[in-house]
Nanobody
Framework: QVQLVESGGGLVQEGGSLRLSCAAS????????MGWFRQAPGKEREFVAA????????DYADSVKGRFTISRDNAKKMVYLQMNRLKSEDTAVYYC???????????????WGQGTQVTVSS
């Protein structure tokens, strides 16, 4: 089992930046690919970014490519999402999730955090 806790969300103006963090804990090792997803009100959960355990494989949704950066620190069991040039359409609850490999499909991820709210005001 892996427990995931997100933090770093908040209210920011368009064009601003936020850095989300995801802390992992549990008895198992941190040998997982990690993903970030988001869900806006009335919409399905969508893929944002994912990173392999080694960091050698990274994937981004087209909507965030060039603005968001995913990274991880395996020694600290942390995953980060640096979000720059935020837009109002980035407003959503952001979730981190763990899976065996980098994937864009939410349902294949085994473990999920509770989410952190990001609100971008225009």
């Amino acid at each position: 089992q892996v427990q995931l806790v997100e933090s770093g969300g908040g209210l920011v103006q368009e064009g601003g930046s936020l850095r989300l963090s995801c802390a992992a804990s549990g008895r198992t090792s941190f040998h997982y690919a990690m993903g970030w997803f988001r869900q806006a009100p009335g919409k399905e959960r969508e893929f944002v970014a994912a990173i392999s355990w080694s960091g050698g494989s990274i994937d981004y949704a087209d909507s965030v490519k060039g603005r968001f950066t995913i990274s991880r620190d395996n020694a600290k069991k942390m995953v980060y999402l640096q979000m720059n040039r935020l837009k109002s359409e980035d407003t959503a609850v952001y979730y981190c999730a763990a899976n065996a490999i980098v994937e864009r499909v939410a349902r294949v991820y085994d473990f999920w955090g509770q989410g952190t709210q990001v609100t971008v005001s225009s």
